[in-house]
């Protein structure tokens, strides 16, 4: 729809940095699986996605009128990127570039001046209130040294793990592409509310699920503090992290570790949950200390990133879904059955 006035200078270095490395991926290719080609490029509008989620959002309410291109890639960290040359030439000519926003990335801006992008950015934080405080009142009484977390995770930017800001993002995203592109704005609003029907779905089979485990049972033990606003949502309580921090390359300290492993014994925790963009090497050291099960592989959860095609994550939903089963598992429990519109 609009070349930028650096497109061409960014795309010639691009194409450069392609003939030397000779192993990075073009725009189209970077683009997630599902993303769009339906109708002729000229009459689409180019996006640019940054995380796998806000990419998935973007797909679902953009359908075949937009271009996406998808920056992180599956099982990746969402708090840390290298663009490629690719990654610069489709910034340099997108109309809309899709953030997650809330803090998470913070190397976004040397990426958008570095391409030269003078398109629109959506936000897709705005409107959601920012939290990082596991207090009593919010997670029950085994929620300890409440001040102190707070303080470390004050404004967590893992906004899209509670299902109700993931519709108030998707709407953002509507309203952004309904602004870039008007005259297909009546698409965009119905493709986002259909999707939007199915996150209310999902957000009623999740609590559906937590509330048959006593609260007291509730209990969660992850990698990074990636899950926070989703624990939040269900009355889940946050016992701790394995990385101190809702960043995701911290780095614990032996005296942490340890103190991790004696509140996991004392509270009778069952169970360790790693994730698919994370190393599983210390979890499962905390999980043979404390006698405990870890959740990692082919059963690790979705936080900073969705998984690759055809897995149980490649999608939010799906994501959403597959970790829901292993909390509620963990507790005990057998999921109930999904919603057959939430598997489609």
């Known amino acids: 729809m609009r070349t930028s006035p650096l497109a061409v200078a960014v795309a010639s270095i691009a194409a450069a940095g392609l003939f030397l490395s000779g192993c990075s991926t073009s725009p189209e290719e970077s683009a997630s699986p599902g993303a769009s080609t339906g109708t002729t490029a000229a009459a689409q509008l180019s996006v640019v996605a940054s995380t796998t989620q806000v990419s998935d959002f973007a797909r679902n309410v953009g359908g075949d009128q937009i ?47 570095a391409s030269g992008f003078q398109g629109t950015v959506v936000d897709s934080s705005t409107g959601i209130a920012l939290s990082g405080e596991h207090s009593d009142e919010e997670e029950g009484e085994h929620a300890e040294d409440g001040a102190d977390h707070a303080a470390e995770a004050e404004g967590n930017p893992h906004i899209w793990t509670d299902p109700q800001n993931a519709q108030k993002m998707v709407t953002n995203i509507v309203d952004g592409f309904a602004t870039a592109d008007p005259a297909h704005k009546d698409s965009y609003e119905a493709n986002g509310k259909s999707y939007n029907a199915k996150l209310a779905a999902l957000d009623t089979w999740i609590a559906s699920n937590v509330d048959r ?20 949502r269900y009355g889940i ?10 960043e995701d ?24 949950f790693s994730e698919t963009s994370i190393s599983d090497k210390t979890a499962q050291q905390i999980g043979q200390s404390a006698g ?29 879904i597959h970790n829901t089963k292993a909390f509620v598992e963990s507790w005990g429990l057998t999921a109930d059955a999904v919603p057959a519109d939430l598997e489609s």
């Open 292 to 320: 405990v099960k870890v959740y990692s592989g082919d059963d690790a959860l979705f936080g900073d990133s969705l998984g690759v095609a055809g897995s149980d994550g490649d999608t939010y939903l799906k994501a959403t």
């Open 67 to 113: 271009k996406l291109t998808q920056l992180i890639q599956p099982n990746a960290s969402a708090h840390h990127f290298e663009a490629t040359a690719a990654d610069l030439t489709a910034l340099s000519t997108a109309d809309v570039l899709v953030i997650s926003g809330a803090g998470l990335e913070e190397w976004l801006d040397s990426t958008v001046t």
């Open 213 to 232: 485990v006593p609260a007291s049972e509730r209990l969660v033990v992850s990698n990074h503090d990636a899950f926070h606003y989703y624990l939040q």
């Open 249 to 272: 390359n911290a780095e614990p300290s032996a005296a942490e570790l340890q103190a991790l492993v004696t509140k996991i014994k004392e509270l009778k925790v069952a169970a360790i």
């Open 237 to 246: 309580t946050f016992v701790g992290s394995i990385m101190p921090s809702f």
